[in-house]
């Protein structure tokens, strides 16, 4: 079975960088996307990139110009580089592959353990 193992998560000031990891063991289908979803303590879980079969991303307009999603597909590896982090970055991020689609939740079957990412003030 598919596996995701997170890394890369941490403690950063604001205006920091962060670079996480989404290292996924040997895949037995295709998926047509891997995404980043993020989980701040009370609030519901919500995309924040993904990156599709064909190249294509999409980002969480809260996101856009700060972070970058890219994959290597050699090392099935994920990445998501965050710069300019902000206090309002700070969640558990998850990675997660999907048939169906990276941008809803329920649409997600396979999910990381997850990384805490906290920003500071």
């Known amino acids: 079975q598919v596996q995701l193992v997170e890394s890369g998560g941490g403690s950063v000031q604001a205006g920091g960088s962060l670079r996480l990891s989404c290292a996924a063991s040997?895949?037995?289908?295709?998926?047509?996307?891997l995404g980043w979803f993020r989980q701040a303590t009370g609030k519901e879980r919500e995309a924040v990139a993904s990156?599709?079969?064909?190249?294509?991303?999409i980002y969480a307009d809260s996101v856009k110009g700060r972070f970058t999603i890219s994959k290597d597909n050699v090392r099935n590896t994920l990445f998501l580089q965050m710069n300019n982090l902000k206090p309002e970055d700070t969640a558990i991020y998850y990675c997660?592959?999907?048939?169906?689609?990276?941008?809803?939740?329920?649409?997600?079957?396979?999910w990381g353990q997850g990384t805490q990412v906290t920003v500071s003030s």
């Open positions: 040997e895949y037995t289908y295709s998926p047509y996307c």
């Open positions: 997660a592959i999907s048939r169906l689609g990276c941008r809803v939740v329920q649409y997600v079957e396979l």
């Open positions: 990156i599709y079969s064909d190249g294509d991303t």
